[in-house]
């Protein structure tokens, strides 16, 4: 992944449009590495029962391990992590 440059350019003293055009092409430029999946392995999750509800004080392994395993293919459908 490319580092992102945080920096934007600086405003004009007046309103320019192409400054504009170039500053919204900046930002989703860098909205784009932002959100571009970290990892290019792919996570593999099998025998996962999909489970989005934990007790927290009161849980077994195998339930943490499929409230996981649904974060993991949930966030794999937004194209979050590959």
Same mark, same amino acid.
């Given at each position: 992944m490319s580092r992102v440059n945080v920096r934007l350019p600086q405003p004009p003293a007046q309103?320019?449009?192409?400054?504009?055009?170039?500053?919204?092409? +900046?930002?989703?430029?860098?909205? &784009?590495?932002? #959100? &571009?999946?970290? &990892? +290019?392995?792919?996570?593999?999750? +099998? #025998?996962?029962? +999909?489970d989005r509800a934990m007790d927290a004080d009161s849980t077994t392994l195998a339930e943490v391990a499929d409230v996981l395993g649904t974060l993991i293919t949930d966030l794999k459908a937004k194209g979050v992590i590959s």
């Amino acid at each position: 992944m490319s580092r992102v440059n945080v920096r934007l350019p600086q405003p004009p003293a007046q309103y320019d449009r192409a400054h504009m055009n170039r500053l919204v092409n +900046t930002i989703e430029l860098q909205l &784009s590495e932002i #959100n &571009s999946a970290a &990892s +290019t392995d792919p996570y593999l999750m +099998t #025998n996962v029962t +999909t489970d989005r509800a934990m007790d927290a004080d009161s849980t077994t392994l195998a339930e943490v391990a499929d409230v996981l395993g649904t974060l993991i293919t949930d966030l794999k459908a937004k194209g979050v992590i590959s």
